[in-house]
């Protein structure tokens, strides 16, 4: 009880903190990369959007990446989302950035790798690669 009491509190502070400082920043962009890792020269197509934004179909060969800079809103309710593929893999939904998952896990550079595994995303405050998705699922 007072455990949740106390992560509940800290959630309220967090948002509080949050309001104040987003809208007073709200100017600070964040860049979102994808990376094509497959190997074999094999190439990924992604596309990803926004509510606001289509940033096109992209084909992005072995090795390069693909990536975008935008402010977040002030309603922290930023979202871009993804549908990517490859040769194994069709129209894989992900979402590339949410403000809500993402404005403490990777502040300004919010880094993906896609392998023939799944995706990895930078943990900026960790400094770790984490495996976010698997193609399987
Ligand atoms: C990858 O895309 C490029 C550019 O469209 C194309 O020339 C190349 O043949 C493609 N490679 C493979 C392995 O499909």
Redesign the pocket.
């Known amino acids: 009880m007072q455990a949740s009491a106390l992560i509940f509190g800290n959630a309220l502070v967090t948002l509080l903190v949050l309001s104040c400082c987003t809208s007073v920043h709200s100017d600070d962009a964040v860049h979102v990369s994808i990376k094509n890792r497959l190997g074999s020269?094999?190439?990924l197509t992604l596309h990803c959007q926004s509510k606001d934004t289509d940033l096109g179909q992209q084909?992005v060969?072995d090795g390069s990446e693909f990536g975008w800079d935008f402010t977040v809103n002030v309603w922290g309710s930023t979202l871009f989302y993804c549908d990517i593929g490859w040769d194994e893999v069709q129209q894989y939904h992900f979402d590339s950035y949410s403000f809500q998952r993402d404005f403490a896990r990777c502040q300004s550079q919010c880094s993906w790798l896609v392998s023939g595994e799944g995706i990895y995303g930078l943990n900026g405050q960790t400094g770790f690669w984490e495996f976010a998705y698997n193609w399987s699922s």
């Open positions: 020269g094999k190439n084909n060969g």
